[in-house]
């Protein structure tokens, strides 16, 4: 079976970093779109980054502002999302999620299988 498995997550002060680990396992991910999401109390679920597998293409959101940085290791089987100059808005529960594809720019309901979420907080 497919797992997706978050880590990283935690409480940091404003301005400081993170990085979120996903653990993929159960299958090859060639050819799969890798991405990760955010979720606030009371909002709906966006599109953070994300990234192709194979190749290590990417997409931002727009609101990133050039502080996070998406990556996948083939060897390791993760993706990562490095996450810096943290604002207290990025407040979130985050997920990995994957699909198969080459867009990188789709909704929540394209991604097929989800990890379990990790929390972070970012305190003022």
């Known amino acids: 079976q497919v797992q997706l498995v978050e880590s990283g997550g935690g409480l940091v002060q404003a301005g400081g970093s993170l990085r979120l680990s996903c653990a993929a396992s159960?299958?090859?991910?060639?050819?799969?779109?890798m991405g990760w999401f955010r979720q606030a109390p009371g909002k709906e679920r966006e599109l953070v980054a994300s990234i192709t597998w194979d190749d290590s293409r990417t997409y931002y959101a727009e609101f990133l502002k050039g502080r996070f940085t998406i990556s996948r290791d083939n060897a390791k089987n993760t993706v990562t999302l490095q996450m810096n100059s943290l604002k207290p808005e990025d407040t979130a529960v985050y997920y990995c999620a994957a699909r198969f594809g080459i867009r990188l720019r789709v909704g929540d309901d394209a991604f097929r299988y989800w990890g379990q979420g990790t929390q972070v907080t970012v305190s003022s």
């Open positions: 159960g299958r090859t991910f060639s050819g799969y779109v």
